[in-house]
């Protein structure tokens, strides 16, 4: 309580100083939180695509529909298996006439064949989980063929695998930056009480005693400035909106809460940094 109490003091002492650290705290973590934003647009944006990943069997003509029920089954109990569809050559050719729209007058036949669609858990839509389903689906007598987009599956497992690796790395980037930032702002507190510091080394007080209120100081900086920035992106997240017109994800209340305790993390990193120097060379 007492490092709480002298780190409030000392907010009032300068204001202006504090008013200035909590803002530039805030605007390093919106840049942070900007960046956060738009990764988790685009990995929901890929997941949302991940969802398309389909299997498709096409069955051999004259194929009792009680084979096709049998396996059918036996597809759905893969325990990679989300779902399993049976279409028929009607509803296979309703379908393309209805996706192709103005086009849907070329379709004059049934000449398209029946198939078991196959849509995969999350978590096994992968190239490799995929091939294994469509591998075995090849095992039944009736199939003619298998489809699924092989070439198109590989590609977006790599640009989710390149997206997640180039998130995390400028992630960290952001996240330096920021501490860099908070620790020069901290540090300017800590110039102003050089005297303050010195003096209660004079008097016998320990580096753990000196720290503490600066600590204290740079997580409740770190937790405003991470509460500010929080604000500033979901402004930043409608303009964009209504500029763009589209919607966009923002953070749900459990990354918001953890983007503010990472705010005060690094507040209390950057004290840490700036407090532990100044001491060594006083």
């Given at each position: 309580?007492?490092?709480?109490?002298?780190?409030?003091?000392?907010f009032?002492?300068?204001?202006?100083l504090?008013?200035?650290?909590?803002?530039?705290?805030a605007?390093?973590?919106?840049?942070?939180?900007l960046?956060?934003?738009v990764?988790?647009?685009?990995?929901?944006?890929?997941?949302?695509?991940?969802?398309?990943?389909?299997?498709?069997?096409?069955?051999?003509?004259?194929t009792?529909?009680?084979?096709?029920?049998?396996?059918?089954?036996?597809v759905?109990?893969?325990?990679e298996?989300?779902?399993?569809?049976?279409?028929?050559?009607?509803?296979?050719?309703?379908?393309?006439?209805?996706?192709?729209?103005?086009?849907?007058?070329?379709?004059?036949?049934?000449?398209?064949?029946?198939?078991?669609?196959?849509?995969?858990?999350?978590?096994?839509?992968?190239?490799?989980?995929?091939?294994?389903?469509?591998?075995r689906?090849?095992?039944?007598?009736?199939?003619?063929?298998?489809?699924?987009g092989?070439?198109?599956?590989?590609?977006?497992?790599?640009?989710r695998?390149?997206?997640?690796?180039?998130?995390?790395?400028?992630?960290?980037?952001?996240?330096?930056?920021?501490?860099?930032?908070i620790?020069?702002?901290?540090?300017?507190?800590?110039?102003?009480?050089?005297?303050?510091?010195?003096?209660?080394?004079?008097?016998?007080?320990?580096?753990?005693?000196?720290?503490?209120?600066f600590?204290v100081?740079?997580?409740?900086?770190?937790?405003?400035?991470?509460?500010?920035?929080?604000?500033?992106?979901?402004?930043?997240?409608?303009?964009?909106?209504?500029?763009?017109?589209?919607?966009?994800?923002?953070?749900?209340?459990?990354l918001?809460?953890?983007?503010?305790?990472?705010?005060?993390?690094?507040?209390?990193?950057?004290?840490?940094?700036?407090?532990?120097?100044h001491?060594?060379?006083?």
């Amino acid at each position: 309580m007492t490092s709480f109490r002298t780190a409030l003091i000392a907010f009032r002492r300068a204001p202006l100083l504090s008013a200035l650290s909590v803002t530039t705290i805030a605007f390093s973590l919106f840049a942070f939180g900007l960046f956060g934003l738009v990764a988790l647009n685009i990995r929901d944006a890929l997941a949302r695509v991940g969802e398309r990943v389909e299997i498709r069997a096409f069955v051999a003509d004259s194929t009792p529909i009680e084979t096709i029920t049998k396996a059918s089954d036996e597809v759905a109990a893969y325990p990679e298996v989300l779902s399993v569809e049976i279409v028929t050559k009607e509803q296979a050719l309703a379908k393309a006439r209805q996706e192709l729209g103005e086009f849907k007058d070329v379709f004059d036949g049934q000449f398209l064949p029946a198939s078991l669609d196959v849509k995969l858990k999350p978590g096994f839509r992968d190239p490799t989980h995929v091939g294994a389903v469509a591998d075995r689906m090849r095992t039944f007598d009736f199939v003619d063929d298998v489809r699924y987009g092989e070439e198109w599956i590989t590609q977006l497992y790599k640009l989710r695998n390149i997206a997640g690796v180039a998130g995390a790395a400028l992630g960290l980037a952001f996240a330096a930056v920021a501490v860099i930032i908070i620790g020069a702002t901290i540090r300017m507190a800590v110039l102003a009480r050089s005297r303050e510091i010195s003096i209660m080394r004079l008097v016998g007080a320990t580096d753990g005693f000196i720290r503490r209120p600066f600590l204290v100081e740079g997580s409740i900086k770190g937790i405003l400035g991470g509460v500010l920035a929080l604000g500033l992106t979901w402004v930043a997240m409608r303009v964009l909106e209504q500029y763009l017109h589209f919607q966009t994800a923002f953070f749900d209340h459990r990354l918001a809460t953890l983007g503010v305790i990472c705010g005060a993390l690094i507040g209390l990193l950057g004290s840490a940094v700036s407090v532990g120097r100044h001491l060594r060379q006083v």
